[in-house]
């Protein structure tokens, strides 16, 4: 044989070997299949917060063209909405979607990721404080002292909240006292430091509560949540702008086992999933909240009434009373508190200073004194 014929016959035998290489990888691959996993939200499915659960799901899935798939189911389907966290960290769920101060049960600080004035951010302002001021670091070391095996992802910062529902409008404070009330979180002791008898309830629970007269009156969220889960039926008053949930965001969560086994790509696409569906969250709100706050007035016969800036003032007072004797009792709370206390200082300021107010342009357009606008 001439060393040509030799070389030939060499070259050839790799490629074949190369070749059946090559052949077999895909084989191996599709062996594995998806990665599935079993989620839960901790809200009921007519609730538009169930929706955004689903949203988020859909995105990572299609993402990563299948190769996770996240299967989302309401709360109670498989544990309490209260009882998430710790179903997420045992495992018995591989993930869920809620917010942070529905754990407030097993360490009061976690509140302070939106149960509160946030020191006077919006949502979407303490977000950057998570991201970029500490706050993520804080919430994996607060996660740590209570041995929850989870990996958690705040996502979707909310609009300022109402005061809630009422069977007369809300004049002055004394008119929470004793009132039977509906909250969550830090809210619970404002709430309580300002008169009324507290009930922490999940979402799925209030108006059923309300109509059977275990409660006077309850706040849960938004135009949209609270029309479709029947809060007009039991009442036509509705208080807007509050204090007690002026920075709230969502919380994507993980069993902490679950989520690093996962390959290093699919754990990017996730982180940055979360930030995609946090986006289009604040869209899909603008425009479902503003169609179900026309609806409620024109079809519902609700009255919306602004909180008195008495009933406002008074939150801010409790609020910094129960902060304090909070961080007395917990240092990871004052830690927390004080992170939030420096960021917020500097970016409300930046804030106010540079920002306009867009009241002016309102009542320019679509005030009373209003022009017809010429287009």
Same mark, same amino acid.
């Given at each position: 044989?001439?060393?040509?014929?030799?070389?030939?016959?060499?070259?050839?035998?790799?490629?074949?070997?190369?070749?059946?290489?090559?052949?077999?990888?895909?084989?191996?691959?599709?062996?594995?299949?998806?990665?599935?996993?079993?989620?839960?939200?901790?809200?009921?499915?007519?609730?538009?917060?169930?929706?955004?659960?689903?949203?988020?799901?859909?995105?990572?899935?299609?993402?990563?063209?299948?190769?996770?798939?996240?299967?989302?189911?309401?709360?109670?389907?498989?544990?309490?909405?209260?009882?998430?966290?710790?179903?997420?960290?045992?495992?018995?769920?591989?993930?869920?979607?809620?917010?942070?101060?529905?754990?407030?049960?097993?360490?009061?600080?976690? &509140? /302070?990721? =939106?149960?509160?004035?946030?020191? !006077? %951010? $919006?949502?979407?302002? @303490?977000? #950057?404080?998570?991201?970029?001021?500490?706050?993520?670091?804080?919430?994996?070391?607060?996660?740590?002292?209570?041995?929850?095996?989870?990996?958690?992802?705040?996502?979707?910062?909310?609009?300022?909240?109402?005061?809630?529902?009422?069977?007369?409008?809300?004049?002055?404070?004394?008119?929470?006292?004793?009132?039977?009330?509906?909250?969550?979180?830090?809210?619970?002791?404002?709430?309580?430091?300002?008169?009324?008898?507290?009930? &922490? /309830?999940? =979402?799925?629970?209030?108006?059923? !509560? %309300? $109509?059977?007269?275990? @409660?006077? #009156?309850?706040?849960?969220?938004?135009?949209?949540?609270?029309?479709?889960?029947?809060?007009?039926?039991?009442?036509?008053?509705?208080?807007?702008?509050?204090?007690?949930?002026?920075?709230?965001?969502?919380?994507?969560?993980?069993?902490?086992?679950?989520?690093?086994?996962?390959?290093?790509?699919?754990?990017?696409?996730?982180?940055?999933?979360?930030?995609?569906?946090?986006?289009?969250?604040?869209?899909?709100?603008?425009?479902?909240?503003?169609?179900?706050?026309?609806?409620?007035?024109?079809? $519902?016969?609700?009255?919306?009434?602004?909180?008195?800036?008495?009933?406002?003032?008074?939150?801010?007072?409790?609020?910094?009373?129960?902060?304090?004797?909070?961080?007395?009792?917990?240092?990871?709370?004052?830690?927390?508190?004080?992170?939030?206390?420096?960021?917020?200082?500097?970016?409300?300021?930046?804030?106010?200073?540079?920002?306009?107010?867009?009241?002016?342009?309102?009542?320019?357009?679509?005030?009373?004194?209003?022009?017809?606008?010429?287009?």
């Amino acid at each position: 044989m001439s060393k040509g014929e030799e070389s030939r016959r060499k070259f050839l035998k790799g490629a074949a070997v190369a070749t059946a290489a090559t052949v077999a990888a895909p084989a191996i691959v599709k062996a594995q299949g998806p990665i599935s996993m079993r989620w839960q939200s901790t809200w009921p499915s007519k609730d538009i917060f169930h929706e955004f659960a689903l949203d988020f799901a859909k995105k990572i899935n299609d993402m990563t063209g299948g190769d996770l798939k996240i299967e989302v189911l309401p709360a109670g389907a498989v544990v309490p909405a209260f009882g998430l966290l710790e179903a997420v960290s045992k495992g018995t769920l591989d993930g869920g979607h809620g917010v942070l101060v529905y754990h407030y049960g097993k360490q009061t600080a976690l &509140a /302070l990721w =939106g149960s509160g004035p946030g020191y !006077a %951010m $919006d949502a979407n302002m @303490l977000m #950057a404080w998570h991201k970029y001021g500490g706050g993520k670091e804080l919430l994996e070391k607060l996660y740590a002292s209570i041995g929850a095996n989870v990996v958690s992802f705040p996502y979707g910062p909310m609009p300022t909240q109402p005061l809630g529902w009422f069977k007369k409008p809300v004049a002055k404070v004394e008119d929470l006292q004793g009132l039977k009330f509906r909250t969550v979180g830090i809210s619970i002791d404002v709430f309580q430091g300002m008169g009324a008898a507290v009930n &922490a /309830l999940p =979402g799925g629970e209030i108006v059923s !509560a %309300m $109509d059977r007269g275990l @409660l006077d #009156a309850a706040e849960f969220n938004n135009a949209s949540s609270d029309r479709l889960l029947g809060f007009a039926d039991v009442s036509k008053i509705c208080m807007l702008q509050s204090y007690h949930q002026n920075a709230e965001q969502f919380e994507i969560m993980f069993n902490k086992d679950k989520y690093n086994a996962l390959p290093e790509k699919l754990r990017a696409i996730i982180a940055n999933g979360v930030e995609a569906a946090s986006q289009d969250m604040q869209w899909k709100a603008i425009d479902r909240y503003s169609k179900d706050y026309v609806e409620l007035q024109t079809k $519902d016969k609700v009255r919306f009434y602004k909180t008195p800036d008495a009933v406002l003032k008074r939150q801010l007072e409790v609020y910094d009373d129960v902060v304090a004797k909070k961080s007395a009792e917990n240092a990871l709370f004052k830690e927390i508190a004080q992170s939030q206390v420096a960021f917020a200082k500097r970016a409300t300021q930046w804030e106010q200073d540079t920002v306009v107010n867009r009241r002016m342009a309102f009542d320019h357009y679509f005030g009373p004194q209003a022009k017809p606008i010429r287009l």
